[in-house]
C-alpha cells in the first residue's frame, strides 16, 4: 500500500522548516521501505497567488484524497481584511480532526527543567470551551448586554469517547501502558462528569493499559513538581490547550513542541509554533518540532493503517533525532548549537543512513 501525503508549507519559517521535515520523512520511507506519494499544495502566501485565499477550496478539495498532511504555519498578519487566515479551526471541522495529540520529551544534553520526562497529551480539539455554537461566536461566549458575558462548553458522550480511545490506542504501543484522564468531575460534575465517565468506560475495554485520573488544578501542580510518572494524558479542549503549553515549557519550548492533529481517517502534522516572522528566511529556524510531527504522521499513519513499515519509518526518525541531539554539533542556535535550519534537517537526514 502507497500512502499518500500533502505538503502545506505555509508561511515565513514554514518554507524553511517544512522541506527539512519532508527530507527527513523521505529518508526514513526509503529506508523502511514504505512507499509514499507526496503532494505539494498551496496554502498562505502562496494560496492567495494562485488561487486568491489563503486556504483555497482546491487544496481543502485535494486533501479530502490523502491519507495525512504536514502543515506549516500561516502569517496572519499578511493577508487583505476579510479573508479567513485561521485556517485551523474550520480545517479541524471539515476533516473531524477531533485530538491534538502533543508529545512533551526531555533530552539529556539540552536545557530543561525536568530530565526524563515523556509523556504524550492529547487535547479534544472539537468541543469543550472552544466549541462555539450556531448562534453563539466562535469560542462559545455572548454578551446579552455591555455588563453580563456568558461562556458555555460543550461536552458530547462521543467526543470524550473517541479521544479516550485514541489515546488508548497511542498507550498500547508504548512502554509504559498507562493513560491519565484529567479532568474537574467534583466540580463539573455534568461535564467533566462525561468525560470521566467515557474514558472509564474506554478503560474497561483496554486491560492491557492502567489507567488513573487526576483533577486539573492538582494535575498542573504535578506536572510542575514531578512529571516523570505520566505516559498518556488525555483531557478536555482548555484544560489540555493550558496544559501542553505548560508541558512544552518543562522541557524546552517552542521549537521542541511537535503536534498531530488526528481524526478517524486522516491526520495533519503540525508544530505548536507560528510563523516565526522575524527570523524567517535566515536559515536559522530550528526544524526539530516539524520534523517530530512528520515523525508522528507516519506512526499513528502506521498504527492506523496497519503499516509496519511507516512504524518502522517513524521510528527511524526518533532514533536519528536522538542521535542528532546528542552528537550537539548540528543543533540550531536555540537548542545552544551553530547550525542552520538545512544543517540540523541535513544531519538527521544523514543518521537515518
Ligand atoms: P502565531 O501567532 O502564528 O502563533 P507567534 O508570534 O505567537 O505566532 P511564533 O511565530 O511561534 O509565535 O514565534 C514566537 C517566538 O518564538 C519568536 O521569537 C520566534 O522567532 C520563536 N520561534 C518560533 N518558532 C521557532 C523555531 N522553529 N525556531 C526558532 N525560533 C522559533
Keep these: 500500500m502507497q500512502l499518500r501525503i500533502a505538503i ?26 514504505l512507499a509514499v506519494e507526496w503532494l505539494p499544495l498551496p496554502i498562505g502566501r502562496a494560496g492567495h497567488a494562485s488561487h486568491g485565499h489563503s486556504m483555497p477550496q482546491f487544496t481543502v478539495d485535494s486533501l479530502k484524497t490523502v491519507d495525512g ?25 471539515i476533516f473531524e480532526l477531533f485530538a491534538n495529540v502533543k508529545p512533551v520529551k526531555s533530552y539529556p544534553n539540552i536545557e530543561s527543567i525536568h530530565k526524563n520526562v515523556d509523556i504524550v497529551f492529547l487535547r479534544e480539539v472539537t468541543e469543550g470551551m472552544q ?3 450556531v448562534t453563539f461566536a466562535g469560542t462559545g461566549e455572548f454578551r446579552p448586554n455591555d455588563d453580563i458575558t456568558i461562556g458555555h462548553r460543550v461536552i458530547t ?7 479516550a480511545r485514541a489515546a488508548f490506542e497511542i498507550a498500547r504501543t508504548r512502554t509504559r501502558k498507562r493513560v491519565t484522564a484529567v479532568h ?60 501542553t503549553d505548560e ?24 508544530a505548536t509554533h507560528g510563523s516565526a516572522p522575524d527570523i524567517a528566511g535566515q536559515n536559522i529556524a530550528n526544524p526539530y518540532a516539524m520534523i ?41 542556535g536555540d537548542l545552544g548549537g551553530s547550525g542552520s535550519t538545512r544543517d540540523m534537517g541535513d544531519a538527521v537526514a544523514a543518521a537515518i543512513g
Design 8 to 33: 502545506l508549507e505555509g508561511d515565513d519559517i514554514g518554507l524553511e522548516v517544512v522541506p527539512e521535515a519532508v527530507k527527513v520523512m523521505k529518508a526514513a520511507a526509503a529506508k523502511a521501505g
Design 131 to 133: 466549541s462555539g455554537s
Design 292 to 332: 517530530m510531527s512528520g515523525k508522528m504522521l507516519f506512526e499513528w499513519l502506521g498504527h492506523q493503517r496497519g503499516l509496519p513499515e511507516a512504524v518502522a519509518a517513524a521510528a527511524a526518525i526518533d532514533a536519528a533525532m536522538d542521535a542528532v541531539i546528542a552528537d550537539a554539533r548540528a543543533l540550531t
Design 69 to 93: 498532511w504536514l502543515q506549516g504555519p500561516i502569517g496572519h498578519n499578511a493577508y487583505p481584511r476579510g479573508d479567513a487566515t485561521w485556517i485551523n479551526p474550520p480545517l479541524r471541522k
Design 184 to 243: 474537574k468531575e467534583p466540580i463539573f460534575r455534568l461535564a467533566c462528569g462525561m468525560f470521566a465517565e467515557e474514558c472509564r468506560k474506554v478503560a474497561q475495554e483496554y486491560p492491557d493499559v492502567s489507567f488513573d485520573e487526576v483533577l486539573v488544578d492538582g494535575f498542573a501542580m504535578k506536572l510542575v513538581m514531578k512529571p516523570q510518572p505520566y505516559d498518556v494524558v488525555v483531557t478536555t479542549n482548555q484544560f489540555g490547550d493550558i496544559l
Design 247 to 270: 508541558g512544552a515549557g518543562l522541557v524546552g519550548g517552542l521549537g521542541l513542541a511537535p503536534g498531530l492533529c488526528i481524526g478517524a481517517h486522516q491526520a495533519m502534522a503540525q
Design 157 to 163: 458522550r462521543k467526543g470524550s469517547n473517541r479521544v
